[in-house]
């Protein structure tokens, strides 16, 4: 089965909307064909409006968010609802980030509740998955994925899952320079969508696009992206400069 690749841009806390409008001005101007990848773009919640302004009549790159309340509205300071993503143009949502699961405190029972309030939405959630490299030298690795997954996806129907991706990030990858090799990644990734067969069946492990991402840059996209499990990449520190993001997403073309 053939998986339209995904390269998604996760900017963090970085680009104000000025920023963002600056970086969109020259990525949509040197445009890489977007048939055969597609692309989106994670800015933080206060620039997704001006993106969205920005992004207004073209369909080849999409919007996403990096985080999203499971709740509708009401006293929850801080949050932020999927009604509120959907009015400002959002199509996906990043959720269970390895910074929101280490430093705010996110469990695999709260990311399950922002994946299905994410799905009832209509919007696409970007699951992200990941062990650290204490849980990957302790022998812990295929464990920690199993658990992610079976806990995140707790009562998610496999009709529902081909509207999942799911983004693998080594927790030692992410922001250190330390990439996995292209073997770690696919041997993992490969792993990923065993666990996917198990709890789906294998047409849904065979439909789901699993994205990679850990210090992903223009000189290592290509052979990342030439594994057969690897859909696409989440892309952090490389994806804020435009041409470097724009080389990212022309490996998978
Ligand atoms: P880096 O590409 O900066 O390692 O970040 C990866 C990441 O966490 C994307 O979500």
Not at 107 to 122: F, Q, Y
Not at 191 to 215: H, K, M, N, T
């Amino acid at each position: 089965m053939s998986r339209k690749y995904v390269i998604a841009a996760n900017w963090k806390m970085n680009m104000t909307p000025s920023e963002t409008a600056g970086f969109l001005d020259a990525f949509l101007k040197n445009f890489p064909d977007p048939t055969a990848v597609e692309i989106v773009i994670a800015p933080p919640f206060v620039s997704l409006a001006k993106a969205s302004e920005l992004m207004a009549g073209q369909s080849a790159v999409g919007l996403s968010a990096q985080n999203m309340s499971h709740e509708a509205s009401g006293a929850f300071t801080g949050e932020t609802s999927a009604a509120m993503l959907k009015e400002v143009g959002c199509q996906y949502v990043i959720l269970g980030h390895s910074e929101r699961r280490s430093l705010y405190g996110e469990d695999d029972v709260v990311i399950n509740k922002k994946v299905h309030a994410t799905l009832a939405a209509g919007l696409i959630p970007i699951l992200c998955i990941g062990e650290s490299l204490e849980e990957r030298d302790g022998g812990q690795l295929e464990f920690v994925l199993s658990q992610q997954l079976e806990g995140s996806l707790l009562g998610i129907d496999a009709s529902q899952m081909p509207g999942i991706i799911i983004a693998y990030e080594p927790v030692w990858a992410i922001g250190t320079g330390r990439t996995a090799t292209p073997e770690q990644a696919q041997e993992t990734q490969c792993y990923v969508r065993s666990v996917l067969e198990r709890l789906f069946g294998a047409d849904v492990a065979a439909a789901v696009r699993i994205q990679y991402g850990g210090s992903v840059k223009p000189g290592n996209a290509g052979e990342l992206i030439a594994q057969p499990d690897i859909d696409g990449f989440l892309v952090g520190g490389a994806s804020l400069d435009p041409a470097s993001f724009a080389d990212i997403v022309k490996a998978g073309i």
